[in-house]
């Protein structure tokens, strides 16, 4: 069974920088391409950023480009989202997700993920 565990969230000030883990079980983790989406309170889940099963290509969100960086250890398996320079509207719960069958086409599809974690609560605020 594959199971996702996120870490990291918290409180942070705008301007601030944080780093979400998350490990995952129950199959190799090469096997995925991975992501993270968000979800802020009355709001659809969003794409956040994907990374393909090598790490070697990697995908964001406009909103998040040139502020979150995506990286992933095959051996740890763990897949991390830097995320520096905060803004209030990136307040949301934050999902990793595993797809089996990642594609450059749909990656930002909540569709192509067959497993999730719990979520991580990041609030940034003054």
């Known amino acids: 069974q594959v199971q996702l565990v996120e870490s990291g969230g918290g409180l942070v000030e705008p301007g601030g920088s944080l780093t979400l883990s998350c490990v995952g079980s129950?199959?190799?983790?090469?096997?995925?391409?991975m992501a993270w989406f968000r979800q802020a309170p009355g709001k659809e889940r969003e794409f956040v950023a994907a990374?393909?099963?090598?790490?070697?290509?990697?995908f964001y969100a406009d909103s998040v480009k040139g502020r979150f960086t995506i990286s992933r250890d095959n051996p740890k398996n763990t897949v991390w989202l830097q995320m520096n320079t905060l803004k209030t509207e990136d307040t949301a719960v934050y999902y990793c997700a595993a797809s089996l069958l990642f594609t450059i086409a749909a990656h930002r599809d909540v569709r192509e993920y067959n497993y999730w974690g719990q979520g991580t609560q990041v609030t940034v605020s003054s």
């Open positions: 990374i393909s099963f090598n790490g070697f290509s990697t």
């Open positions: 129950g199959r190799p983790f090469s096997s995925f391409g």
